[in-house]
């Protein structure tokens, strides 16, 4: 008797704590559908600020939302908040690779914060599927240019840093050879010498 009475006890309980489950999850899916739509009414309002406030309400909520996260970082890219963007743009990209417009929203974010390797990786990753996108073309030539802006700019550097450093090597040369001339003077040995090139090096 008092283990039938455990078992009904246990069932009883159970049956409580599935009803209580399912009537959070319901809680929780209204709650979700209600910040989405606030969201979604602030971005078209182009209250940026004010929508990510709901999508954070509601990402809380169910994290692992694609569209949610999408829409959040577009907010974001408006705001010129690049960094930030580019985390949702990724968790999207991960979970939905296929989805382009993250894809092509990232490499803008990434060409924004000078990032323009990156950038180029997500416009030529786009033109795999669509070759003449419009919108990832005219960003694919600016980047190309950055990129190649940049290499020149390196390569000048190095020159310079190249032509720095023969600099110091002469003028160390010199500072040398200066000092053979005058140990060589204060010591008495023959002037072709110490003006030979073996003092060059």
Known sequence: ????????????????????????????????????????????????????????????????SAQMHYERAYCKMRIKDYKEAILDFSLVINQ??????????????????????GAKRDFDKVTESIPSHPIVSIYLTIVEDAISRLQQANNLKTHKAIQETQLKVEQSRQIRRKSSE???????????????DFLDW
């Open 182 to 196: 005058n140990l060589a003077l204060d010591s008495g040995i023959d002037e072709n010498y110490w003006k030979s």
């Open 96 to 117: 939905a690779p296929n989805m382009h417009q993250a894809r092509i929203n990232r490499g803008i974010c990434r060409y924004h914060i000078d990032n323009f390797y």
């Open 1 to 64: 008797m008092e283990l039938a009475a455990e078992i009904k006890k246990k069932r009883i309980v159970f049956w409580l704590f599935l009803g209580f489950a399912f009537a959070l999850m319901g809680q929780n899916a209204e709650n979700i559908q209600k910040y989405h739509q606030k969201a979604r009414t602030l971005l078209l309002q182009e209250e940026f600020e004010k929508a990510i406030l709901q999508y954070d309400s509601a990402i809380h909520i169910m994290p692992y």
